[in-house]
């Protein structure tokens, strides 16, 4: 388990790769209120090497899922 690694209210767009590699693809189709488990591993050329390489479970618990609308491109638009 990663010791002390909390965040709360945190806002996640899938597919940025903000996070460690798997913890996005593990909540894709998750929906609101819904709690998830990951198990992931840490990259070996994680910046902090106590973690680097090492696995770690995460409880997410999904407040809220969106979808960004791209405006209609017409003529209003241009």
């Known amino acids: 388990m990663f010791a002390g690694g909390s965040a709360t209210g945190t806002q996640l767009v899938?597919?940025?790769?903000?996070m460690i590699p798997g913890f996005e693809d593990g909540l894709v189709g998750a929906k609101a209120g819904e709690e998830r488990v990951l198990n992931v591993t840490f990259p070996e050329d994680y910046q902090n090497l106590e973690l680097a390489g090492k696995a770690a479970e995460f409880t997410v618990t999904v407040n809220s899922v969106s979808e960004a609308k791209l405006p209609e491109l017409n003529e209003a638009f241009f």
């Open 14 to 18: 899938l597919g940025s790769g903000r």
